[in-house]
Antibody
Framework: EVQLLESGGGLVQPGGSLRLSCAASGFTFSSYAMHWVRQAPGKGLEWVSGISGSGGSTYYADSVKGRFTISRDNSKNTLYLQMNSLRAEDTAVYYC??????????????WGQGTMVIVSS | DIQMTQSPSTLSASVGDRVTITCRASQSINSWLAWYQQKPGTAPKLLIYKASSLESGVPSRFSGSGSGTEFTLTISSLQPDDFATYYCQQYNTYSKTFGQGTKVEIK
């Protein structure tokens, strides 16, 4: 069974940092692009970042470019999101999602359960 | 960035109704459009990809159509399990964008 399990969320002060992880199982991790999508409380979905299967190509939403870094360790079947200079508007549930192919320019077919990030003093 | 606009924002319907949700893109996205269903407190679920391809395991009462800038999601006969929020998403570019969502409520 394909599974994605996020961890690392929590409460952080504005300007702080946090690293999210997403452990994948049930599929050949290195063959698929992976993404992070977030949802602020009571709001819609916002794509945050994507990475190719090899890890060689990365993409970011303008709202997080220069502050967030996506990476993956294919030997550990794990996706990461390093979040720096956090702002109140980054408060959201963060989902990791599997792409339908190796190229990040695909849709998202499997989603994790999400991890909550709260940025507040 | 490509903007996605869904209508309506909220839809009230009864079990058995035929329901249609529209999604418009600010520029052509060919057929690179997906539809997701989300229930409160849970992750989104992929229903339709490439505008009209049904994801494995999704009931056949769901269908998608359109290309270019205008797309529709149709539920042929609304079931109790279908009351949820639906999102369209373009993936014509690496920077994906979602519509604002359509909440399907019980009438």
């Amino acid at each position: 069974e394909v599974q994605l399990l996020e961890s690392g969320g929590g409460l952080v002060q504005p300007g702080g940092s946090l690293r999210l992880s997403c452990a994948a199982s049930g599929f050949t991790f290195s063959s698929y692009a992976m993404h992070w999508v977030r949802q602020a409380p009571g709001k819609g979905l916002e794509w945050v970042s994507g990475i190719s299967g090899s890890g060689g190509s990365t993409y970011y939403a303008d709202s997080v470019k220069g502050r967030f870094t996506i990476s993956r360790d294919n030997s550990k079947n794990t996706l990461y999101l390093q979040m720096n200079s956090l702002r109140a508007e980054d408060t959201a549930v963060y989902y990791c999602a599997k792409g339908k192919g190796e190229d990040p320019k695909t849709t998202l077919d499997i989603w994790g359960q999400g991890t909550m990030v709260i940025v507040s003093s | 960035d490509i903007q996605m606009t869904q209508s309506p924002s909220t839809l009230s319907a009864s079990v058995g109704d035929r329901v249609t949700i529209t999604c418009r893109a600010s520029q052509s996205i060919n057929s690179w459009l997906a539809w997701y269903q989300q229930k409160p407190g849970t992750a989104p679920k992929l229903l339709i990809y490439k505008a009209s391809s049904l994801e494995s395991g999704v009931p056949s009462r769901f269908s998608g159509s359109g290309s270019g800038t205008e797309f529709t999601l149709t539920i042929s006969s609304l079931q109790p399990d279908d009351f949820a929020t639906y999102y369209c998403q373009q993936y014509n570019t690496y920077s994906k964008t979602f519509g604002q969502g359509t909440k399907v409520e019980i009438k």
